[in-house]
């Protein structure tokens, strides 16, 4: 899919004042950090369009990003981030929880998981909740540049043995890389597939 423009459009705290014109919406969700904004401005190949931190907690508010005029990728605030205290952390697990449970836009959500890491209990008990809920989702592996392509194929594999414990089938999963642009093309098609059905 061409990406022909890429705008950003609003950011809120509350699903409820999120863009009324029925576009639908590809979210992304994860740990503070994970590369959530990175993986945003690689795929619409636009450096600094979500704004991107080596600290954790710099996405704190929902954001519209407009795609050729007829969708939206949209730009969650991360879960787990320590630092932030108690009530920080409750004020986001609010705006996320009650952003994937009723924004009927959200078309399909992206889970976010770093590549480096073997399967971690806060993503799969995040996983799990949407499993409880019923909403749909894919994983992306991210910042697959940051290892080794065995150490990478090695957590993907124990992610996948990980979650059939609980899975009866496992989700779509997406490997990529907001440095060398690797999955940019599996997740757009993914999207075009989607929104062509739509
Ligand atoms: P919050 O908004 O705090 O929840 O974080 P986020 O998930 O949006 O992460 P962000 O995109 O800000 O990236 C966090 C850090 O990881 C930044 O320093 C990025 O440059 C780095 N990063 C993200 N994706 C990649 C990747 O694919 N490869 C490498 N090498 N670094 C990455
Ligand atoms: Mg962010």
Redesign the pocket.
Known sequence: MKIKSAEFLISNTDYKSCPQDGKPEYA?I?????????????LTNRKGL???????????LINHFLINDEWYLV????YG?ARRGKEGRETLRVIIEDYVLERIEMTALFV?VDSRHTPQAIDLEFMEWLGENAIPFSIVF?????QSASKLALNVSKYKEEMLKSWEELPPMFV?????G?GREEVLEYIEGINKRL
Do not use: C, H, Q, W
Not at 31 to 42: A, E, F, W
Not at 50 to 57: F, N
């Open positions: 992304f994860g740990r503070s950090n994970v590369g959530k904004s990175s993986l945003i401005n690689m979500a704004l991107t931190s080596s600290t954790p907690g710099k996405t704190m730009d969650l605030p991360g981030y976010l991210t910042k697959g540049d940051k990529t890389s907001a440095e060398t690797r």
